[in-house]
């Protein structure tokens, strides 16, 4: 309700191209966008989900937003399930909750269409599945889930590495399980990749060899200092709190003789809460984007806010005997008022303000510039180059030729935009701040400009205005 009521209308780009895979699948096209087969969806999962319930119910955009907000409140309950299982005390797990529902970035994609609040909600269920006071039937049904997850987010398949290994070493008597359930999350990721191989002619998405597609070891300053800003800022009552425990734990060290156990409790919690994996998630998440030097954003990096709540509370749990009733209080009640003042002025301040100018400006602009695309061309067959696709693909009714290469992996094969538009010859192009003609349109190349106008950043990370224009090519 919160986030419907904070972004009613904001979908991101990437949500359309979603849309334009549905559209094409529901309509019988098969995996394509605007009707080009390619391996542009790095979620088929997500695809596949919302082209049912276009076909049964829905428009393609209600879908997936309906999609979204049930998977969005699956999140919320599958986050009090693993706070129950792990005991926490109900008051410190009611916080938990409230952090998780005022989370600034999670209110502003849980509505929006895209897959993360699915991604979050299989990554919870998985790690209460794997409890290893549970049955094979829950091993062999986690196994299950992570094959299917890996359709939603690839990052899953890192998570399913990272999960081998832990319950190799921790659980010596469960190996069979172990081995039965990845041998089922294998057969799905092949299957998969068999299905791609033969349908798009390749095992890689186009979105892994536009945003991370160079080497292992790329990590820059800049990159990894906004990677652990936007990790300050998407957990920011959960780093208050364990920082308040960490104060706590030196100062019980110091002065009270009787606690000298206390930091050797603060750390066997994570054991005990059986908080390790989750720890491993989050950090071999993190440490790999940030070799990778890829850029994170928000969406990225929810699918690990759940963990980052439940070894923060649950480490609160864990040793708040060691507190009279009244730190306690004082405790709660700082987390408490950081979830709801710290994610308040996070939201009003720098997350709806981008969110509505990204409405007003992007949304509303690039689909003006769509109907125009559709009018001027007759219905006839055409075609438009662009960075941002989505918006385009979806209302345009044409042929899209892709800069980033997200959904045209023939980008891949020209060393500039320039040499793509020169071969491509699209019938109109719409260029954005940062382009300039004469750089990607050949200078021999009749050109009009059908529209043009100045917008806003395209982003919490984009806020620059920009203007963007839409120019017809006449190709002799």
Not at 223 to 252: C, D, M, Q, S, W
Not at 379 to 393: F, M, Q
Request: charged share 20%; aromatic share 18%.
């Amino acid at each position: 309700m919160l986030a419907y009521l904070l972004y009613p209308k904001f979908l991101g780009d990437d949500t359309f191209i979603h849309i334009g895979f549905i559209k094409d699948l529901a309509a019988g096209k098969g995996f394509s966008f605007a009707g080009t087969k390619t391996y542009g969806s790095t979620s088929p999962l997500w695809v596949i989900l919302g082209a049912i319930l276009t076909k049964l119910f829905f428009t393609p955009e209600t879908a997936v937003r309906v999609l979204s907000s049930f998977f969005s409140f699956t999140t919320i309950y599958l986050l009090y399930i693993a706070l129950a299982n792990n005991k926490i005390e109900r008051k410190i797990a009611f916080v938990a909750i409230v952090s998780l529902a005022f989370n600034s970035f999670f209110l502003r994609w849980a509505l929006s269409g895209m897959e993360v609040s699915a991604a979050m909600s299989l990554l919870l269920l998985i790690y209460i599945l794997f409890d290893e006071q549970k049955s094979k039937f829950n091993w062999y049904s986690g196994g299950l889930i992570f094959g299917l997850a890996i359709l939603i987010r690839p990052e899953f398949l890192g998570f399913l590495f990272i999960f081998i290994v832990y319950s190799f070493f921790a659980f010596p008597d469960r190996w069979k399980d172990l081995f039965i359930s990845a041998l089922i999350s294998f057969v799905f990721i092949s299957g998969w990749l068999l299905f791609s191989y033969f349908y798009f002619g390749t095992i890689i998405p186009n979105t892994y060899l536009a945003k991370a597609g160079g080497s292992l070891f790329g990590l820059t300053f800049e990159h990894t200092v906004r990677t652990l800003k936007l990790f300050a800022a998407g957990n920011l009552p959960e780093i208050i709190l364990v920082v308040l425990l960490l104060f706590a734990v030196i100062y019980y060290r110091k002065s009270n003789a009787r606690n000298s156990k206390f930091i050797t409790e603060y750390f066997a919690a994570i054991r005990k809460g059986r908080l390790l994996l989750p720890f491993l998630w989050v950090s071999g998440f993190y440490l790999f984007y940030i070799l990778k030097d890829v850029t994170v954003i928000s969406r990225y990096s929810l699918i690990l806010v759940p963990f980052v709540i439940l070894i923060s509370a649950t480490l609160f749990d864990r040793i708040r005997f060691y507190f009279s009733a009244r730190i306690k209080l004082l405790f709660l009640s700082v987390y408490l008022s950081a979830a709801i003042v710290g994610y308040g002025l996070i939201t009003f301040k720098v997350v709806k303000p981008a969110s509505n100018e990204f409405v007003k400006g992007f949304q509303t602009t690039y689909k003006e510039m769509a109907l125009i695309i559709k009018k001027d061309s007759g219905n006839r067959k055409t075609t438009v180059a662009l960075t941002d696709v989505g918006i385009i693909g979806c209302y345009s009714g044409a042929k899209v030729y892709d800069f980033a290469g997200l959904v045209d992996d023939s980008r891949f094969k020209f060393k500039s935009s320039y040499d793509y538009v020169k071969t491509k010859k699209p019938d109109y192009i719409i260029l954005r701040g940062g382009f300039k003609p004469d750089e990607i349109i050949p200078r021999k190349t009749n050109r009009t400009i059908l529209f043009t106008k100045k917008i806003g950043g395209f982003g919490i990370n984009d806020s620059l205005p920009r203007t963007v224009k839409l120019y017809k090519l006449f190709w002799k």
